[in-house]
């Protein structure tokens, strides 16, 4: 298993993708905090408002997951790659790797391990820039940091890591990068269409983005009941039914 693991590591950062979607982890949050900070400074400034409204910095971590989106993406679509693309030979990267761990089953485990560790130190890194941007830029106006924070901290790093696997279990289905890229990273944007549904049916607070966005962020228009422990719960059933009916797929059909 450690060799498997080594080796799904060393595939994943060698694809030039993966570090495209490194810099957009870490810059996208950090960004768009020293947007809203700054909105926020000239707001106090005019006297519009006398403090920062919102906790800051939070919700602009939820967007940073356009960089473990690509990562989970590109780590199952590599593999469908002929590698005359990489290296002329001629033949399926999958069918490679299969060689090598013949064992389907410890494959994507090994695959799945990469990706989540990959994604949770990526998460890490923009959490610590963000946070730092914003007590930087808004100074004695930050808002202050208590214990329960912390717990909204870990929930984000949960909360990307979910989605690098979600992300990853798309993939696995359709073995093509467009169609998963295409609808994660739209729905990821500033107007995210599950937020919208929500505005529908209530029933799209159980989607997997919109349930799991409760660990650290609460939309308080969206009409959720959710708590943060029952967001995380929701999106991890999510994340398990999607890799589960993947492997299954996966483990049956040719590479």
Same mark, same amino acid.
């Given at each position: 298993?450690?060799?498997?693991?080594?080796?799904?590591?060393?595939?994943?950062?060698?694809?030039?993708?993966?570090?495209?979607?490194?810099?957009?982890?870490?810059?996208?949050?950090?960004?768009?905090?020293?947007?809203?900070?700054?909105?926020?400074?000239?707001?106090?400034?005019?006297?519009?408002?006398? @403090?920062?409204?919102?906790?800051?910095?939070?919700?602009?971590?939820?967007?940073?997951?356009?960089?473990?989106?690509?990562?989970?993406?590109?780590?199952?679509?590599?593999?469908?790659? +002929?590698?005359?693309?990489?290296?002329?030979?001629?033949?399926?990267?999958? +069918?490679?790797?299969?060689?090598?761990?013949?064992?389907?089953?410890?494959?994507?485990?090994?695959?799945?391990?990469?990706?989540?560790?990959?994604?949770?130190?990526?998460?890490?890194?923009?959490?610590?820039?963000?946070?730092?941007?914003?007590?930087?830029?808004?100074?004695?106006?930050?808002?202050?940091?208590?214990?329960?924070?912390?717990?909204?901290?870990?929930?984000?790093?949960?909360?990307?890591?979910?989605?690098?696997?979600?992300?990853?279990?798309?993939?696995?289905?359709?073995?093509?990068?467009?169609?998963?890229?295409?609808?994660?990273?739209?729905?990821?944007?500033?107007?995210?269409?599950?937020?919208?549904?929500?505005?529908?049916?209530?029933? @799209?607070?159980?989607?997997?983005?919109?349930?799991?966005?409760?660990?650290?962020?609460?939309?308080?228009?969206?009409?959720?009941?959710?708590?943060?422990?029952?967001?995380? @719960?929701?999106?991890?059933?999510?994340?398990?039914?999607?890799?589960?009916?993947?492997?299954?797929?996966?483990?049956?059909?040719?590479?």
């Amino acid at each position: 298993m450690k060799k498997a693991l080594a080796a799904e590591f060393s595939k994943l950062l060698s694809l030039p993708t993966i570090w495209i979607a490194v810099v957009v982890g870490i810059l996208v949050a950090p960004a768009i905090a020293v947007i809203r900070s700054f909105q926020e400074l000239s707001e106090i400034a005019k006297g519009v408002q006398t @403090a920062v409204e919102y906790p800051i910095g939070f919700e602009e971590l939820g967007f940073g997951i356009m960089g473990v989106i690509i990562i989970g993406v590109i780590a199952i679509s590599s593999e469908y790659f +002929t590698e005359s693309e990489e290296s002329g030979s001629g033949g399926r990267q999958m +069918t490679t790797s299969l060689t090598a761990n013949p064992s389907r089953i410890r494959f994507l485990l090994s695959k799945a391990t990469a990706v989540a560790a990959v994604s949770a130190i990526l998460a890490i890194i923009a959490i610590t820039l963000t946070m730092i941007v914003v007590q930087i830029i808004l100074v004695e106006h930050a808002p202050a940091f208590g214990t329960t924070d912390i717990f909204r901290l870990i929930g984000v790093v949960c909360y990307w890591v979910l989605t690098a696997l979600l992300a990853l279990g798309f993939t696995l289905l359709t073995r093509h990068a467009a169609l998963p890229l295409a609808v994660l990273m739209l729905n990821s944007s500033v107007m995210t269409v599950t937020y919208l549904l929500t505005r529908i049916t209530p029933l @799209a607070n159980y989607l997997p983005d919109m349930a799991g966005i409760r660990m650290f962020h609460e939309i308080k228009d969206a009409g959720s009941t959710l708590t943060p422990l029952e967001g995380g @719960a929701v999106m991890a059933a999510w994340v398990t039914a999607l890799l589960l009916i993947g492997t299954i797929t996966f483990c049956r059909r040719d590479v």
